[in-house]
């Protein structure tokens, strides 16, 4: 379990400022029984962080996303623990495409009463977090 900010961060800028986090990234389709390295690794980079008080209020009221009510998808045990209980998660496949400038996977799913974001990407990508929310 990893608990640093910085590589986050510096994969969703656009998203804002993240507190907080718990994550875990791996190939989900090493075995660990390979002779030779895979060439094309997919590393999952998956968890949750938190947001500035507000914060995901101002982000799912953004005009041209419609969220829509959604629960995180395949939830690697080792992070239940860390989601915030009973929460209403709601996501957008636009939003998505935005963070992710459509260079990986990815799914955001965000919980207004507390402030969490939670993530599901493939290879996410250092981007230009310039644009806006």
Known sequence: MRTDVEPLQRRFLAIGRLSDPHWLGYNPHDSGRE??????PRIRVVGVARLPAGAVKSIISAPGYAFEPSAPAQLPEALAEF???NAEWV???GYDKHITNSHYEGRF???PATDHVYFDTINPEIVDGSHPQ
């Open 91 to 93: 996501s957008s496949a």
């Open 35 to 40: 002779w030779l390295p895979d060439q094309d």
């Open 109 to 111: 799913h965000f919980a």
């Open 83 to 85: 989601l915030p209980k």
